[in-house]
């Protein structure tokens, strides 16, 4: 059973700072590519940062210089720092990673969502 917990939503004004973890856990055998997507009121879900195992990252052109996806794979976990913050970054947040279970099974595995909502 492999599963991934995200921590790290909440509300804060415009022009502020987040941190989002995701931690994944369960019977794992390789973790590869780890991203972060969100989706918006009436819209739909879409990738914000990714980054491969070996560190490669890419980000939405909205997002550019604002956020930094990051790993620890000492830890299983995958982070997104968000600064510099604007209304419409409002959304929930979905961690997503490839992963390869005690079986070598491979699939891709959601988190729950958390949700982030920045003031004016």
């Known amino acids: 059973q492999v599963q991934l917990v995200e921590s790290g939503g909440g509300l804060v004004q415009a022009g502020g700072s987040l941190r989002l973890s995701c931690a994944a856990s369960?019977?794992?055998?390789?973790?590869?590519?780890m991203g972060w997507y969100r989706q918006g009121p009436g819209k739909q879900r879409e990738l914000v940062a990714s980054?491969?195992?070996?560190?490669?990252?890419d980000y939405a052109d909205s997002v550019k210089g604002r956020f930094a996806i990051s790993r620890d794979n000492a830890k299983n976990t995958v982070y997104l720092q968000m600064n510099s913050l604007k209304p419409e970054d409002t959304a929930v947040y979905y961690c997503n990673a490839d992963i390869a279970n005690s079986a070598y099974r491979r699939r891709h595995y959601w988190g729950q969502g958390t949700q982030v909502t920045v003031s004016s």
């Open positions: 369960g019977r794992i055998s390789s973790i590869n590519a």
């Open positions: 980054i491969t195992s070996g560190g490669s990252t």
